[in-house]
């Protein structure tokens, strides 16, 4: 609980400091994640196990990545296309992004009350949520940024989270709670997970005079993790062979984190490039 707390007060000065009053949102989701830890640890002092503080935690979390990954996702891709000289650019953030967002967070917080509520109607605001981010993301041009793969895995991380309410939707309306169960690793692993690695990716070679692209070796960095994110979600759709799908997820985990910290750390331990 420490950690989300330093982080308040860590972003906070930082947003005074700049004066960015448009990113308080950010102290807001993690004053929530907090939350959400604290609630994770009384439930399970009191009742032995946890019900909805790691839902609140994921919620906040995964409301970061549509907010923040559907800032920079259009944006990155727009500035690099127009390098690119090309003519058509993705949708300028507008009403319907608004209305995206809505639809998330409605299902978001439809699924954190999902214990209590546990109505198969549910189901539905998954797939509406789903629909609406698929389309959200198809106005941002995805396909046009295959060659560049430093772009390419911004929309393949938030592609991760209309796919597991499409999961959960499916899990919820056919009445089968391990598959619902699955959204979780779609969104922690693949949506959370491969979008953190690719924003700390592109904002270490960034911020240390390195060229905006990724090498081969970030590459298999990216594959790693949405293989992990795959293989977990195939874990809990397959009880026969669930030990092997996780062990092959974790340790594709391990390999992307460990890579960055391999490939990344000298970076981030050394001179800026040309200081």
Do not use: C
């Not at 390098?83 to 319907?96: C, E, I, T």
């Not at 967070?105 to 189901?123: F, K, R, T, Y």
């Not at 959200?136 to 929309?155: D, I, K």
Request: aromatic letters at 10%.
């Amino acid at each position: 609980l420490l950690f989300p707390l330093a982080m308040i007060a860590f972003a906070s000065r930082e947003i005074i400091a700049a004066g960015n009053a448009r990113n308080r949102v950010v102290v807001v989701f993690l004053a929530i994640f907090a939350g959400g830890e604290a609630v994770f640890a009384l439930e399970v002092i009191v009742e032995g196990y946890p019900v909805f503080g790691h839902r609140i935690a994921i919620g906040a979390a995964l409301m970061l990545v549509m907010l923040i990954g559907g800032r920079i996702t259009p944006s990155f891709t727009t500035n690099w296309l127009k390098k690119q000289g090309a003519l058509s650019l993705p949708v300028p953030f507008g009403r319907f992004d608004k209305l995206a967002l809505l639809a998330g967070a409605v299902a978001v917080l439809a699924w954190i009350a999902e214990p209590a509520i546990g109505a198969a109607w549910i189901g539905g605001l998954f797939l509406l949520a789903a629909a609406a981010h698929i389309v959200r993301m198809a106005r941002w041009r995805p396909f046009a940024t295959v060659r560049e793969p430093l772009l390419t895995v911004l929309h393949i991380g938030y592609l991760f989270i209309p796919a597991g309410f499409i999961v959960a939707g499916g899990g919820r309306l056919t009445g089968q709670p391990h598959i619902a169960q699955a959204a979780v690793h779609t969104w922690t692993i693949g949506a959370i997970g491969l979008m953190i690695l690719a924003v700390m990716t592109r904002a270490s070679r960034g911020h240390t005079g390195r060229a905006l692209t990724a090498p081969p070796s970030t590459i298999i960095l990216y594959l790693a993790v949405a293989l992990s994110a795959i293989f977990r979600v195939l874990a809990s759709l397959q009880p026969g062979a669930m030990q092997p799908l996780l062990s092959l997820s974790a340790g594709l985990w391990v390999i992307a984190f460990a890579g960055f910290a391999v490939l990344y750390g000298p970076m981030l331990l050394s001179d800026r490039k040309g200081d």
